[in-house]
DNA sequence: CAGCATCCAATGAGATACTG
DNA sequence: CAGTATCTCATTGGATGCTG
């Protein structure tokens, strides 16, 4: 059976439903979610044109797409302005706050990984 | 530019180098590692025919692709039997079980995570 | 400025069959 | 038992151009 609805989403489905570890990596997995992540921690309110001057690699779609599942998520929110040039900015939610230090250990787990790996590491 | 040496593969490392966070995601990233690496935090030696066990829904392939990134990134251990029925057995190294605690945090933060979307976070 | 829409490329994951 | 090889498909990410 080769036209099956999509193998990898139901399993995908499975293994979110039964380990709360995949369901976070789900959250914050994107390519660039953890630098949309970081810029939001640093930074209390950040514009789109910020995003992009803080990580200029990313596509527009890429952005915003990302933007939308964070707000989808509830780790950000999205205050327009309704002002002649629009103006639109983001921030943490209680929810995106509260993954900080997560996010800080997994960053530093990762220094230190990294370290371990360089050298000697069993 | 449409044929460059993919755009993709260079964000990533840009990404990885700047941001501890994200290779720390790339290490547990794969869509099954997670689900490896809480089959050996729960026991200590697994072997090949247990991981397919306690996950049956992955393929051959997989497991062993993702069995073997785990070891190239020294967070698990590979102990073979030379014995007459093959063996295999797998172990987390000192530097996978370094990482228990941050997993289980991540695990923690998901169910909290889940919890709060279910209700009315903010 | 903020952001969609369309289209394309690259990666990751699955099925199946075969081997030491 | 514990894989490997090949091949295909699904998903994700990226480029470009357009809009309110």
Redesign the interface.
Request: hydrophobic content about 45%; aromatic content about 10%.
């Given at each position: 059976m080769r036209k099956h609805n999509s193998?990898?989403a139901l399993?995908?489905q499975?293994?979110l439903d039964q380990?709360?570890?995949?369901?976070?990596?789900s959250?914050?997995?994107g390519?660039?979610k953890?630098?949309i992540?970081?810029a939001l921690i640093r930074n209390d309110k950040v514009r789109y044109s910020h995003f992009k001057k803080v990580i200029p690699?990313i596509s527009d779609r890429i952005l915003a797409l990302h933007l939308r599942e964070l707000e989808a998520?509830?780790l950000i929110?999205r205050v327009v302005y309704a002002e002649v040039p629009p103006r639109v900015e983001y921030e943490l939610?209680?929810?995106g706050r509260?993954?900080e230090?997560?996010?800080e250990?997994?960053?530093?787990?990762?220094?230190?990984?990294?370290e371990?790996?360089k050298g000697s590491?069993?």
């Open positions: 193998t990898n399993n995908e499975a293994i380990c709360g570890m995949a369901y976070t990596l959250l914050i997995g390519r660039w953890p630098s992540l970081w690699e998520d509830k929110r939610t209680d929810l509260s993954m230090v997560m996010l250990q997994m960053t530093t787990w990762g220094a230190f990984h990294k371990a790996v590491a069993t």
